[in-house]
C-alpha cells in the first residue's frame, strides 16, 4: 500500500521541510526565497514565502506550499535531498515520496516584471496590489500575518500591472491565471484598486482573474464582474468570535461573520456555483471552530479553503507552535463530507487558490485516503 498523500500534505503544512544540509548550494538557493524573489520587501499576506513542491508517488502527484525558512522547521522531522539527480522528502532517514521544487520562470528573474508579480505554484501569476495596512499601521492588525514587515511601501499602477503581465503572456506561455491580493486601505480606496487593476489586465488579455477583498456591497461585487472578474474569495480566516477579536481586533471589529456570510451568499448568486471561497486557518482556533465555519460557508454557497496555521516570520505569531496533524484530519474529514451534503466541487473552480490547491487540501481530501 503507497502512501497516504493527504495525511502527508497536512503533516508537511503542520511540520514544514528542512533541507539536507549536504545538499548543493545551487540547490539550496534554488529552494529557499531570497530577497531576490520577493523583491522590494513586498510580501503578500499569507504563505507567499513558501516554496511549492510537487510531490509524486505511484502514478500520483500533488502540489505542495511548504515552510522551507521559518524558525520552527528545524524541528521537522521531514527533510528534503537529493539521491541519483532525484530529489526526494525523508521522514526519519527513510525517503518516503519523490519530490521536485516547481521551476522558478524566466519572467521572474526580470525587474521589470518580477518586481510586479510572484509565481506561485505551477502555473499561478501573483500580485500584491499594496503591501500597506492600515489597521497594522493602527496597532490592531491581523496578529498572523506578515505583510508589511519590511520593505518600502508600494501601490502598484495599473498600467504597471498591465505592462508586465503583457510582457508574460506575449513572451513566456504557460501561465494560467492571475491572482490578487491587497494590504488595507479604506473600503473604497481598496476597491478602486481591485477595480483598476482588473480593467487594465482585460485591456491586454483575456486571462483568468481571481481575487481575495474584504466583503463589499452586491452592487461593487456585480461592477468587478462586469470588469472581468472570475472568482472572487472573502476571508473569514477565523470563526470563534473571542478568538477573531483578540487575533484579528479591527478587521473582526468591521466585518462580524454574519457580514463574511451574507457577502458570500450575494457573490455566489452572482459568479456561479463553486466560484466563491473564503480562507479558514486551521489551528488557531479549536477544531470544531473551524469546521462550524467550514459548514456556514458551505451553507451560503461558498467553498471554504482550509489552510494550516503557519508562524510566519515577522508577524506577531512567529513563535506559537504549529497546530497537530490530529486536528487537521479531523476538519478535513468533516469538510469532505460537507462537499457531498452542499454539493460543492472544488474541482470545478475556474481560478484561484482553490484551483491551484498548492496552500490546502481539498483536492487531496476528495481524491484520497480518508
Given at each position: 500500500m503507497g502512501i497516504n498523500l493527504l495525511e502527508l500534505k497536512l503533516d508537511l503544512f503542520c511540520h514544514g521541510l528542512r533541507l539536507d544540509e549536504g545538499l548543493d548550494p545551487a540547490i539550496k538557493k534554488a529552494i529557499i526565497p531570497t530577497a531576490g524573489y520577493s523583491r522590494n520587501g513586498i510580501k503578500r499576506a499569507s504563505l507567499?514565502?513558501?516554496?511549492?513542491?510537487?510531490?509524486?508517488?505511484?502514478?500520483?502527484?500533488c502540489l505542495v506550499n511548504l515552510a522551507v525558512r521559518e524558525p520552527f522547521v528545524k524541528n521537522s522531522p521531514y527533510e528534503f535531498t537529493v539521491v541519483n539527480g532525484q530529489g526526494w522528502i525523508k521522514k526519519e532517514g527513510k525517503l518516503i515520496v519523490k519530490a521536485s521544487p516547481t521551476a522558478i520562470p524566466l519572467w521572474h528573474l526580470?525587474?521589470?516584471?518580477?518586481?510586479?508579480?510572484?509565481?506561485?505554484?505551477?502555473?499561478?501569476?501573483?500580485?500584491?496590489?499594496?503591501n500597506l495596512c492600515v489597521y497594522k499601521r493602527n496597532g490592531a492588525g491581523c496578529k498572523f500575518c506578515a505583510l508589511e514587515t519590511g520593505g518600502e511601501f508600494v501601490v502598484k499602477k495599473p498600467e504597471e500591472i498591465s505592462g508586465a503581465l503583457k510582457r508574460i503572456v506575449s513572451e513566456y506561455p504557460g501561465m494560467r491565471e492571475v491572482n490578487i491580493n491587497s494590504g488595507s486601505l479604506s473600503e473604497e480606496a481598496t476597491f478602486n484598486l481591485y477595480f483598476e487593476a482588473i480593467k487594465?489586465?482585460?485591456?491586454?488579455?483575456?486571462?483568468?482573474?481571481?481575487?481575495?477583498?474584504?466583503?463589499?456591497?452586491?452592487?461593487?461585487i456585480e461592477e468587478l464582474k462586469k470588469v472581468g472578474l472570475d472568482t472572487i474569495s472573502f476571508n473569514?480566516?477565523?470563526?470563534?468570535?473571542?478568538?477573531?477579536?483578540?487575533?484579528?481586533?479591527?478587521?473582526?471589529?468591521?466585518?462580524?461573520?454574519?457580514?463574511?456570510?451574507?457577502?458570500i451568499k450575494q457573490a455566489a448568486k452572482i459568479f456561479g456555483e463553486n466560484q466563491v471561497s473564503s480562507w479558514l486557518i486551521a489551528?488557531?482556533?479549536?477544531?470544531?471552530?473551524?469546521?462550524?465555519?467550514?459548514?456556514?460557508?458551505?451553507?451560503?454557497?461558498?467553498?471554504?479553503?482550509?489552510?494550516?496555521?503557519?508562524?510566519?516570520?515577522?508577524?506577531?505569531?512567529?513563535?506559537?507552535?504549529?497546530?497537530?496533524?490530529?486536528?487537521?484530519?479531523?476538519?478535513?474529514?468533516?469538510?469532505?463530507?460537507?462537499?457531498?451534503?452542499?454539493?460543492?466541487?472544488?474541482?470545478?473552480?475556474?481560478?484561484?487558490?482553490?484551483?491551484?490547491g498548492c496552500c490546502c487540501a481539498l483536492k487531496e481530501v476528495l481524491e484520497g485516503d480518508l
Open positions: 507567499s514565502e513558501g516554496r511549492c513542491f510537487l510531490l509524486e508517488e505511484k502514478g500520483r502527484a526580470k525587474p521589470e516584471i518580477g518586481n510586479i508579480f510572484q509565481h506561485h505554484g505551477n502555473d499561478v501569476i501573483a500580485t500584491t496590489l499594496s487594465a489586465i482585460r485591456k491586454v488579455s483575456d486571462i483568468p482573474i481571481s481575487i481575495q477583498i474584504c466583503p463589499i456591497s452586491q452592487p461593487k473569514m480566516e477565523i470563526y470563534d468570535e473571542k478568538i477573531r477579536k483578540e487575533l484579528m481586533p479591527e478587521k473582526s471589529r468591521l466585518y462580524s461573520i454574519k457580514v463574511y456570510l451574507e457577502t489551528g488557531l482556533e479549536p477544531p470544531e471552530s473551524t469546521i462550524s465555519g467550514c459548514k456556514a460557508i458551505c451553507e451560503n454557497g461558498g467553498i471554504p479553503h482550509v489552510t494550516v496555521f503557519r508562524p510566519l516570520m515577522g508577524s506577531q505569531l512567529e513563535n506559537v507552535p504549529q497546530p497537530n496533524l490530529k486536528d487537521m484530519i479531523k476538519i478535513y474529514e468533516a469538510l469532505k463530507s460537507m462537499f457531498t451534503a452542499y454539493s460543492l466541487n472544488p474541482f470545478e473552480h475556474k481560478v484561484g487558490c482553490v484551483r491551484c
